[in-house]
């Protein structure tokens, strides 16, 4: 493969993966009185240590099926950590008694149906699975 082509191919590979970044937001209901969550606010609820935002609000936080690519692209960009590595953090805490691992829909269709359906779910799906019932509550930055 020539020089160009493989600069094209680095290119849009580039492209591709910057853009997945994007497309990933935080949803809840368009019931729930949750408004925004800060980056630190969503860390926290997924890894255990949050059930209320500083608005008070309850929130749930609600996972995908383990090793969807939603799933493993949240955790990556969220703490920079893989699957396996959130699996032995669950699994710590659950072992030690201090917290339960966030309950997971079996797909988007089912998470969009839970969240709807329960104000204080908190999911996350790519912005273009968006409907009417959901609100953006904290988007990823396009930039590290």
Known sequence: MGYLPRL???LHIALASGGAQADLVVV?????????LSRQEV???????????TAGNTATPLD????????VEFYRLL???EAADIKAYWSRLVFSG???????????DELIRM????PGLVGYLPRKQLDNRLKVIYEFSVSP
């Open 43 to 53: 860390v926290n609820l997924y890894m255990g240590r949050l059930r209320t935002n």
């Open 8 to 10: 094209l191919l680095l």
């Open 79 to 81: 703490v920079n950590k």
């Open 98 to 108: 201090g917290a339960r691992p966030p309950q997971s829909a079996e797909n988007i």
């Open 28 to 36: 809840t209901s368009q019931k729930s009185g949750i408004e925004y």
């Open 115 to 118: 969240i709807s359906q329960t």
């Open 64 to 71: 995908l099926a383990v090793d969807t690519p939603e799933r």
